[in-house]
């Protein structure tokens, strides 16, 4: 079946630093690919979302690509803020599945 | 404000209750989910139902129930079946079960068995 794997957490860097996401996924099909975060004590928002491959999405300075020859999207930001600390959860869709598969999720923790 | 109500945010149920939790949306989606969220596991689904009258167990539906009698509405039931039901549940909606992508989830509800 399909599933979604994602670097084990928590993450822990500095404000500025650098964030990579690790993300890959095995689907039988050609699935849409999407990162939702969670920060605390609430549910969970849309991110960014990718429906083809080399497709990349980006909102809030947090971009992703999606490489099918991977297998991977992977979430990349250039400089973090100490409002990035959140849960990050990579996730898949195949047409007509109708529902959507989860990663495990990271902790992202971000010192000022 | 369109969303998704969550409520109680916060349960607890001694072991043999069965226990409600409510989700209503005011989005005027046709799709329905629940999930629940363990530490270190992720999101795993529950139930899901795309139209009124209508849902279908997800990956670890036993010990829960859901009704969809109203598009607004999608009540989880957990069961004193339920062998570990200590847990964060996360309801969501999209607009249609082909866009499962683009959810909108509610601020969950946690419910801790006593």
């Known amino acids: 079946g399909d599933s979604v794997t994602q670097m084990e957490g928590p993450v822990t860097l500095s404000e500025e630093a650098f964030l990579t996401i690790n993300c890959t996924y095995t689907a039988t099909g050609y699935p849409s690919l999407f990162w939702y975060v969670q920060y605390p004590g609430e549910g969970l928002q849309l991110l960014l979302k990718a429906t083809k491959a080399d497709d990349k999405g980006s909102n809030k300075g947090f971009e992703a690509t999606y490489r099918k020859e991977t297998t991977s999207f992977h979430l990349e930001k250039g400089s973090v803020q100490v409002s990035d600390s959140a849960v990050y959860f990579c996730?898949?869709?195949?047409?007509?599945?109708?529902?959507?598969?989860f990663g495990q999720g990271t902790r992202l923790t971000i010192n000022p | 404000d369109g969303g998704i109500t969550q409520s109680p945010k916060y349960l607890f149920r001694k072991e043999g209750q069965n226990v409600t939790l409510s989700c209503e949306q005011n989005l005027n989606h046709d799709a329905m989910y629940w999930y629940r969220q363990d530490p270190g596991q992720g999101l795993r689904l529950i139930y899901y139902?795309?139209?009124?009258?209508?849902?279908q167990k997800g990956d670890i539906a036993e010990g829960y129930s859901v009704s969809r009698e109203k598009k607004e509405s999608f009540p989880l039931t957990v069961t004193s079946a339920q062998k570990n039901p200590t847990a964060f549940y996360l309801c969501a909606s999209s607009i249609d079960g082909d866009n499962t992508g683009e959810l909108f989830f509610g601020e969950g509800s946690r419910l801790t068995v006593l």
């Open positions: 996730a898949l869709s195949e047409k007509g599945a109708q529902k959507l598969v």
């Open positions: 139902s795309q139209i009124v009258n209508d849902f």
